[in-house]
């Protein structure tokens, strides 16, 4: 997660106040994604935190490694998985995941800035991204 991530995060989450769209709980998915760059930066690693219900495009860091995900959809999903682009699923083939926490181990390195695609999600999803 960079600044633009924050960023896109928060345009996404909150609204000018005038429309009176700003709710407790977009200021908490905000608050959350910027305390989950805060730890990702200062640590060299952490947790990163996505709340998705698309196909959701992620840059692992240069010189990081992401060592795991863990997957949590509101409901079952038949096909999620992990490829270099948006519909691929060249890095983890698409794998049905009910709808409770779900571990995959990925051990992707990037030695630059690397894209991965999180793909087939059909529901509102968590995923936590685990850097080292």
């Not at 730890?39 to 692992?60: E, F, H, P, Q, R």
């Not at 060592?67 to 890095?91: C, T």
């Not at 181990?105 to 999180?118: N, V």
């Amino acid at each position: 997660m960079d600044r633009q991530d924050v960023e896109n995060i928060i345009n996404a989450n909150i609204t000018d106040n005038t429309t009176r769209d700003i709710t407790p709980g977009k200021v908490r998915t905000v608050l959350d994604a910027i305390l989950d760059w805060i730890d990702a930066s200062a640590a060299g690693g952490g947790v990163v935190t996505l709340s998705v219900s698309t196909a959701t495009k992620y840059t692992i860091p240069a010189g990081k490694k992401l060592g795991a995900i863990v997957v949590i959809p509101n409901e079952d999903m038949d096909g999620f998985g992990v490829g270099s682009s948006s519909g691929a699923f060249d890095i983890l083939p698409a794998l049905p995941v009910a709808d409770e926490a779900t571990e995959f181990s990925l051990e992707l390195y990037a030695d630059g800035a690397r894209d991965i695609w999180f793909n087939g999600i059909t529901a509102q999803t968590t995923i936590k991204i685990f850097l080292q």
